[in-house]
């Protein structure tokens, strides 16, 4: 099935004008209204001060492949050993400080695509850094304040990506993005105990242009997908309709969040494709931007709970730069 452009493409900006290898994970943090995302390979995290356009970056230890805000203002992160908190402090200095590491079944395994459910358990995914091998190794794991990491909580996966929790957070939305695999599933999600069930396919990517990668929900329960090596943004209804179709000027969008004073605004990370292909787009490995119209959900802060009673105290306020 062809998917529908829409008929007035919304304006598009290059917000942040990098040169990510593998940008990802872009998470809105409202108390800084600043955007954080990632440039995996390069085991670099990055912020936009959407106020001032200011951007900075630090180098860290190792690969982080999610984040997520924290209810104490840090960021919480999946990498390459597991899930970490990381801070950055006024200057270049930024560190992970390691909360649980993973036992990857096999050596070369990194996290992947992640974010917290509506009830603040933080979620991600792993892979095994060798996509040609196609191995099914990869899991879904889960850690919550004061229980710990488990998982992984569904296994058999090759390129997690695409997780996302509708709004009243009763489904859960997962894909893999491999070529061989390319499927969106729904899930039931049990908000209280945080258990998913019931798999089926939501969307089958096989039918539409390019692979599944990082998602985003609006309000509406629609399910934004970003299309790696298609080139656009695809919007499915809860039902799993394609609603609609946006071009984007890179191959291969990775993973969009919903941002702004009021989530008005679409933000998209990319992926830089290697030589000589990566010269043809140049703006590929850059931070987009647009208001699709509709307005985001709010995500649920690491260790907060949906009606604002937080287990970290005292809950301190993230300094605004």
């Known amino acids: 099935m062809a998917p529908r452009a829409m008929s007035a493409a919304p304006a598009l900006e290059v917000v942040a004008r990098t040169a990510n290898e593998v940008g990802e994970s872009p998470v809105w943090h409202a108390a800084e209204r600043a ?78 695509d992640g974010r917290c459910d509506r009830q603040g358990r933080f979620w991600f995914g792993t ?39 509708s709004p009243d957070g009763r489904t859960m939305y997962l894909s893999d993005s491999h070529p061989s695999v390319r499927q969106i599933w729904a899930y039931d999600f049990d908000p209280d105990s945080g258990t998913p069930s019931n798999r089926r396919t939501f969307v089958d990517m096989n039918r539409h242009p390019g692979r599944p990668d990082g998602a985003a929900i609006d309000e509406t329960g629609a399910y934004w997908c970003c299309a790696n090596d298609g080139g656009s943004i695809h919007r499915f209804a809860p039902d799993g309709r394609l609603l609609t179709s946006i071009p984007l000027p890179v191959s291969k969008p990775s993973m969009a969040a919903f ?26 490995g850059t931070l987009l931007a647009f208001r699709p119209g509709i307005h985001g959900v709010a995500e649920t802060p690491y260790a907060c709970k949906p009606e604002g009673v937080c287990p970290l105290v005292p809950c301190r306020p993230a300094p605004v730069s």
Do not use: K
């Open 127 to 165: 892979m095994l850094m060798d996509m040609a091998a196609g191995a099914n190794v990869g899991g879904l794991y889960v850690h919550e304040h004061g229980r710990g990491l488990a998982g992984p909580v569904v296994r058999g996966l090759v390129v997690q990506n695409g997780l996302a929790f």
């Open 259 to 284: 941002g702004g004073d009021a989530l008005e605004w679409l933000y998209i990370t990319s992926i830089r494709p290697p030589a000589p292909r990566g010269a043809s787009e140049p703006l590929a």
């Open 35 to 112: 955007v954080y995302w990632t440039d995996i390979p390069a085991c670099t995290v990055h912020r936009l001060d959407v106020s001032t356009g200011a951007h900075r970056h630090w180098m860290v230890d190792d690969m982080v492949g999610c984040l997520a805000v924290a209810a104490d203002g840090d960021l919480i992160a999946g990498t390459g050993r597991g899930v970490a908190r990381f801070r950055c402090g006024d200057g270049p200095a930024a560190t992970l400080e390691r909360v649980a590491d993973v036992a990857h079944p096999r050596e070369g395994m990194r996290a992947n």
